[in-house]
């Protein structure tokens, strides 16, 4: 009786490793001390005091808007910048507020990082 042929066996592919992309680490920009800034100085019952740094523009708005804590808008305020800005508001409790720097009410382009605090 012929034997039986042994059949070849067939090479078995090699997975190629794929690579993982690396990623590079992003920079965090640097902060010009110069730059126009607002802050929050001082919180009330019913005031939010800010201070707005290095804006000579006087006809920039300063904006304070206080949301619920499910991020709704509860109330706009906005100021001419004067330096130190007093805002009165019956709706600071449990809230969340921001305070802007704005070129002016009708192009409401920013001229700062908002300051933030929760109530």
Do not use: H
């Not at 800034?37 to 206080?66: G, R």
């Amino acid at each position: 009786m012929p034997s039986a042929a042994t059949p070849t066996p067939k090479p078995t592919p090699t997975a190629k490793p794929t690579s993982t992309p690396t990623q590079k680490p992003t920079a965090k920009p640097t902060v010009d001390p110069n730059a126009p800034s607002v802050e929050i100085t001082e919180v009330l019952d019913y005031i939010v005091t800010a201070k707005v740094n290095n804006c000579d523009d006087f006809d920039a708005q300063v904006i304070l808007a206080v949301y619920n804590k499910n991020g709704a808008l509860i109330e706009m305020q906005n100021y001419y910048n004067f330096g130190d800005v007093l805002f009165f508001s019956e709706n600071l409790k449990n809230t969340n507020i921001k305070v802007m720097l704005w070129s002016d009410m009708d192009s409401m382009k920013p001229l700062a990082e908002p300051a933030e605090m929760s109530l």
